[in-house]
């Protein structure tokens, strides 16, 4: 299958650690992009490759990958981070996850 | 730094083609796949498809019927046209740099795949 199953909400505690996962056939040989997303912006690319993050990205966001679960972690969460989290993969086709949306309580 | 501006008509009617374009400044263009990504209201992302510089094209297969990606390599653009929209059709469009790499490990490669910058996204709209 080419498809990859995000949970639809989590949320997490200001200054906590939360965890995204990105569920799919494909992250066995791809490794898993991240994209946050604000309400009316753009996606921004917060993690790419193996565990990399571009330039401005805060150090708290980290990627890691184990089989077919790709997982996005924010350590210490800010009420800034909260927003719409995509996954992303290329296996047969190019695919997105369905998207988590994270609340900062 | 490479930015992604692009354009085109907002409102359409069903049956029509829509038709963006994407201007890529500051950087390469050879060397990257160039996208078209899709989000309706409300909801998650979509591919649509992409090309490179040699106009080489991927699309989506839910949407290949429909699709023409095509490059303009004078003027470093990539433009989308959409044929036969419906009320479905009705999305924020963006523009993406796609990048492509491997991983060469002993125990077999990864590959990875990541889509920035983006463009400021277009939203059209199809109603009658």
């Known amino acids: 299958s080419s498809e990859l199953t995000q949970d639809p909400a989590v949320s997490v505690a200001l200054g906590q650690t939360v965890r995204i996962t990105c569920q799919g056939d494909s992250l066995r040989s791809y490794y898993a992009s991240w994209y946050q997303q604000k309400p009316g912006q753009a996606p921004v690319l917060v993690i790419y490759g193996k565990n990399n993050r571009p330039s401005g990205i805060p150090d708290r966001f980290s990627g890691s990958s184990s089989g077919n679960t790709a997982s996005l972690t924010i350590t210490g969460a800010q009420a800034e981070d909260e927003a719409d989290y995509y996954c992303?993969?290329?296996?047969?086709?190019?695919?997105f996850g369905g998207g988590t949306k994270l609340t900062v309580l | 730094q490479v930015q992604l501006q692009q354009w085109g008509a907002g409102l359409l009617k069903p049956s029509e083609t829509l038709s963006l374009t994407c201007a890529v400044y500051?950087?390469?263009?050879?060397?990257?796949?160039w996208s078209w990504i899709r989000q309706p209201p409300g909801k998650g992302l979509e591919w649509i498809g992409e090309?490179?510089?040699?106009?080489?094209?991927n699309y989506n297969p839910s949407l290949k019927s429909r699709v023409t990606i095509s490059v303009d390599t004078s003027k470093n653009q990539f433009s989308l046209k959409l044929s036969s929209v419906t009320a479905a059709d009705t999305a924020v469009y963006y523009c993406?740099?796609?990048?492509?790499?491997?991983?060469?490990?002993?125990?077999?490669?990864?590959?990875?795949?990541?889509?920035?910058?983006w463009g400021q996204g277009t939203l059209v709209t199809v109603s009658s």
């Open positions: 992303n993969s290329r296996g047969q086709r190019v695919v």
């Open positions: 993406a740099r796609v990048v492509i790499r491997i991983y060469y490990y002993g125990s077999g490669n990864v590959w990875s795949n990541w889509f920035d910058p």
């Open positions: 500051g950087g390469s263009f050879s060397g990257y796949y």
């Open positions: 090309i490179n510089h040699s106009g080489s094209t």
